[in-house]
């Protein structure tokens, strides 16, 4: 697929009451007989006045002929012909088809072979059933855009249609800020004294060593944040405000303690990874008695999750990766199911694993890849310094912040009847009436907004089971509280090694993860450690708790694991609890078991000028990455609705859209 490009020397009158099309064939033939192919067509004849045609989208067929040159021509004259033009098939498509074909027993095309799961973005299809008449497509850049949301997605969105010269869209955000999920909370309005905690993403994979080979990969997933970064501090250089710098990140250190079961030292503090590490005693005990039957059973979900082999085509290709694992029939499975219904273990066995509620539905391919990066020592980690929100906080620096409403609750998605352009409706205020409400019209929307609130607004115009998708996407809540102390206590004895940085981990009720500062170690001052972060069935308990208590429970299950000074450095804390964001209503999409397999080919589709980006809509959740790598699929999907293949192509090229066919 391509673009062809019609260039006017002077005012093209002769077009008057003349039909204008451009053909594939022989570069020496005076008429466009039966070797010619069509490309494009003005479908009728010119009027006066009417602006010349100057793009078209070409479909090129596999049994194109290898040479030939583009004609243009009026009525049946030969206007202008292009020099000789060689086509060279795609080499991705060429691979791909091959595989097809071996795999047949015969040349007959049957369905089994074609990938009817929808999870790999076929650009050309979806082109090519919008625009079936080979219409030109003049005029497409000036398409006024609405992008609904600010969020990550939304806003790498407007960045991807300015770096092709679509200048034409609103962003509209119902908060008043930038970044969505995206929160870092600062407790001293000074950024470089590094007092604040990240209530929404903390970090990124970069690398992980493969221990079959013992070669160091990079994780690609989280190549399109680094780069997307060096855009943003290009265009805003010398503003050290905006600058987004990664600086390492400890997910796990020697000192960071393992507080289960009550179980302590004779010091009266946890043990801590370095002790446990250096006692293989003193791990079993703390681990407790394993039945064989457990043993196995965790065994069985290991060799389905972590094997290297698993890992290493997590590291080097996720979208191929969940593309096996919808193949395989695994996203027919929750944790639970696989292990109770398909490999047969009891159910007091299964819950053992599972977690009770948290495995019960849920589909474990989140399990499958975040154990690759979490489940190793070799991950190496980055974060921002000066806290995330820096990553949101530089688009100020780009267009998008003078074309952005900020306060816009929108409430219904439609389509005007007369020319089907995408009408978006919201209230001037929240106590006003529906019979109040206002709207503006544009030609595309791009919704980034999460499912958990899209589905109580009205969206007519989508399919059944994209509604469905829309209604149905299970979300996870998550709570964090963060707390600040006067000094960094847990730095200095009686914690031998000290803890810097990376999470502790506990089985306290609400607990769970405790992660300290990776940031500003050895430092004077306060510093603020998040003494909470919770999610699933927590995540959507806590949210009943008054803020004071479920504060005083968190620094009190804070001194049980590192002591009395605690109490005499609490200084103050905050809270998020995602469930509670009026603008976010939770943390992030959990989809249960079937839903990936569902629901993605929905995501691929336009409904009637709407199109649906956001981490919700990606192959991964919960990550910067996944609202980012949707955009691109999002921005493609647009390009390619308004035949912009040219530019379809420079985004998927340029930003790791490698799993995109354009």
Same mark, same amino acid.
């Given at each position: 697929?391509?673009?062809?490009?019609?260039?006017?020397?002077?005012?093209?009158?002769?077009?008057?009451?003349?039909?204008?099309?451009?053909?594939?064939?022989?570069?020496?033939s005076l008429e466009a007989d039966g070797d010619h192919v069509l490309v494009a067509s003005s479908q009728g004849p010119m009027r006066r006045g009417e602006a010349p045609p100057t793009r078209a989208v070409?479909?090129?067929?596999?049994?194109?002929?290898?040479?030939?040159?583009?004609?243009?021509?009026?009525?049946?004259?030969?206007?202008?012909?292009?020099?000789?033009?060689?086509?060279?098939?795609?080499?991705?498509?060429?691979?791909?088809?091959?595989?097809?074909?071996?795999?047949r027993s015969d040349n007959e095309p049957k369905m089994s072979d074609f990938d009817t799961t929808g999870l790999w973005f076929e650009g050309v299809e979806h082109a090519r059933a919008k625009h079936r008449?080979?219409?030109?497509?003049?005029?497409?850049?000036?398409?006024?855009?609405?992008?609904?949301?600010?969020?990550?997605?939304?806003?790498?969105?407007?960045?991807?249609?300015?770096?092709?010269?679509?200048?034409?869209?609103?962003?509209?955000?119902?908060?008043?800020?930038?970044?969505?999920?995206?929160?870092?909370?600062?407790?001293?309005?000074?950024?470089?004294?590094?007092?604040?905690?990240?209530?929404?993403?903390?970090?990124?994979?970069?690398?992980?060593?493969?221990?079959?080979?013992?070669?160091?990969?990079?994780?690609?997933?989280?190549?399109?944040?680094?780069?997307?970064?060096?855009?943003?501090?290009?265009?805003?250089?010398?503003?050290?405000?905006?600058?987004?710098?990664?600086?390492?990140?400890?997910?796990?250190?020697? !000192?960071? $303690?393992?507080?289960?079961? +009550?179980?302590? /030292?004779?010091?009266?503090?946890?043990?801590?990874?370095?002790? %446990?590490? #250096?006692?293989?005693?003193?791990?079993?005990?703390?681990?407790?008695?394993?039945?064989?039957?457990?043993?196995?059973?965790?065994?069985?979900?290991?060799?389905?999750?972590?094997?290297?082999?698993?890992?290493?085509?997590?590291?080097?290709?996720?979208?191929?990766?969940?593309?096996?694992?919808?193949?395989?029939?695994?996203?027919?499975?929750?944790?639970? !199911?696989? $292990?109770?219904?398909?490999? +047969?273990?009891? /159910?007091?066995?299964?819950?053992?694993?599972?977690?009770?509620? %948290?495995? #019960?539905?849920?589909?474990?391919?989140?399990?499958?890849?975040?154990?690759?990066?979490?489940?190793?020592?070799?991950?190496?980690?980055?974060?921002?310094?000066?806290?995330?929100?820096?990553?949101?906080?530089?688009?100020?620096?780009?267009?998008?912040?003078?074309?952005?409403?900020?306060?816009?609750?929108?409430?219904?998605?439609?389509?005007?009847?007369?020319?089907?352009?995408?009408?978006?409706?919201?209230?001037?205020?929240?106590?006003?009436?529906?019979?109040?409400?206002?709207?503006?019209?544009?030609?595309?929307?791009?919704?980034?907004?999460?499912?958990?609130?899209?589905?109580?607004?009205?969206?007519?115009?989508?399919?059944?089971?994209?509604?469905?998708?829309?209604?149905?996407?299970?979300?996870?809540?998550?709570?964090?509280?963060?707390?600040?102390?006067?000094?960094?206590?847990?730095?200095?004895?009686?914690?031998?090694?000290?803890?810097?940085?990376?999470?502790?981990?506990?089985?306290?009720?609400?607990?769970?993860?405790?992660?300290?500062?990776?940031?500003?170690?050895?430092?004077?001052?306060?510093?603020?450690?998040?003494?909470?972060?919770?999610?699933?069935?927590?995540?959507?308990?806590?949210?009943?708790?008054?803020?004071?208590?479920?504060?005083?429970?968190?620094?009190?299950?804070?001194?049980?694991?590192?002591?009395?000074?605690?109490?005499?450095?609490?200084?103050?804390?905050?809270?998020?609890?995602?469930?509670?964001?009026?603008?976010?209503?939770?943390?992030?999409?959990?989809?249960?078991?079937?839903?990936?397999?569902?629901?993605?080919?929905?995501?691929?589709?336009?409904?009637?000028?709407?199109?649906?980006?956001?981490?919700?809509?990606?192959?991964?959740?919960?990550?910067?990455?996944?609202?980012?790598?949707?955009?691109?699929?999002?921005?493609?999907?647009?390009?390619?609705?308004?035949?912009?293949?040219?530019?379809?192509?420079?985004?998927t090229k340029k930003w790791m859209g490698r799993w995109m066919n354009v």
């Amino acid at each position: 697929m391509a673009n062809v490009h019609l260039q006017w020397a002077d005012t093209p009158w002769t077009l008057e009451d003349q039909t204008l099309r451009v053909t594939y064939g022989p570069c020496d033939s005076l008429e466009a007989d039966g070797d010619h192919v069509l490309v494009a067509s003005s479908q009728g004849p010119m009027r006066r006045g009417e602006a010349p045609p100057t793009r078209a989208v070409w479909f090129v067929e596999e049994d194109s002929r290898e040479q030939g040159c583009l004609s243009a021509w009026i009525g049946d004259e030969l206007a202008a012909r292009s020099g000789l033009l060689t086509i060279v098939q795609n080499e991705q498509q060429v691979k791909r088809r091959a595989r097809d074909l071996a795999k047949r027993s015969d040349n007959e095309p049957k369905m089994s072979d074609f990938d009817t799961t929808g999870l790999w973005f076929e650009g050309v299809e979806h082109a090519r059933a919008k625009h079936r008449s080979s219409a030109f497509v003049s005029g497409a850049k000036d398409a006024r855009i609405a992008i609904v949301g600010a969020g990550m997605s939304g806003l790498m969105t407007s960045h991807l249609l300015e770096s092709v010269g679509m200048t034409n869209y609103t962003i509209i955000e119902a908060a008043q800020r930038f970044g969505g999920r995206v929160h870092t909370e600062y407790f001293d309005p000074d950024k470089n004294k590094h007092v604040y905690q990240e209530m929404g993403p903390m970090r990124f994979p970069k690398t992980m060593t493969d221990p079959s080979t013992n070669k160091t990969l990079a994780i690609r997933d989280s190549y399109i944040v680094f780069q997307l970064a060096e855009e943003l501090n290009a265009i805003n250089r010398g503003n050290d405000n905006r600058t987004v710098e990664f600086i390492d990140w400890t997910q796990s250190g020697p !000192g960071n $303690l393992q507080y289960n079961g +009550g179980f302590k /030292l004779p010091s009266g503090l946890p043990p801590n990874n370095a002790q %446990l590490k #250096a006692n293989t005693t003193l791990a079993s005990a703390l681990a407790g008695g394993e039945s064989p039957q457990l043993q196995q059973a965790e065994a069985d979900i290991g060799n389905l999750t972590a094997t290297d082999s698993l890992r290493a085509k997590v590291v080097t290709n996720i979208f191929q990766a969940h593309h096996d694992w919808i193949k395989a029939g695994l996203d027919d499975f929750s944790e639970f !199911g696989y $292990l109770h219904d398909r490999l +047969g273990y009891d /159910l007091d066995t299964t819950d053992k694993i599972t977690q009770g509620s %948290l495995g #019960a539905a849920t589909s474990f391919w989140d399990t499958y890849y975040e154990d690759t990066w979490f489940a190793s020592t070799t991950t190496s980690w980055k974060t921002i310094d000066r806290g995330l929100t820096q990553l949101p906080m530089a688009f100020w620096g780009t267009p998008a912040a003078n074309k952005t409403v900020m306060g816009r609750k929108i409430f219904r998605v439609d389509n005007d009847e007369a020319t089907g352009r995408v009408q978006l409706h919201w209230k001037p205020n929240n106590t006003a009436s529906t019979r109040d409400a206002l709207s503006e019209t544009f030609d595309y929307a791009v919704v980034s907004a999460p499912f958990s609130v899209v589905k109580y607004w009205r969206t007519p115009n989508v399919s059944e089971r994209m509604q469905r998708a829309i209604n149905n996407l299970k979300y996870s809540n998550s709570c964090k509280v963060a707390m600040q102390f006067k000094s960094r206590f847990w730095e200095k004895a009686p914690f031998d090694p000290p803890i810097q940085g990376g999470c502790s981990n506990t089985d306290l009720p609400g607990i769970r993860n405790v992660c300290y500062p990776s940031y500003g170690i050895g430092s004077d001052g306060p510093a603020v450690v998040l003494a909470e972060y919770v999610s699933g069935d927590d995540g959507d308990r806590l949210v009943s708790w008054p803020e004071e208590y479920h504060i005083q429970f968190v620094l009190d299950s804070m001194a049980e694991m590192h002591g009395e000074v605690v109490y005499d450095q609490y200084e103050t804390a905050r809270r998020r609890c995602w469930g509670l964001d009026e603008y976010q209503g939770a943390a992030w999409a959990s989809p249960i078991a079937g839903q990936h397999k569902l629901y993605i080919p929905e995501y691929y589709k336009t409904h009637n000028r709407t199109i649906f980006v956001g981490e919700h809509t990606s192959f991964t959740h919960a990550w910067i990455s996944s609202a980012l790598e949707s955009a691109v699929r999002g921005t493609t999907q647009l390009l390619l609705e308004l035949g912009l293949v040219d530019e379809a192509q420079h985004i998927t090229k340029k930003w790791m859209g490698r799993w995109m066919n354009v």
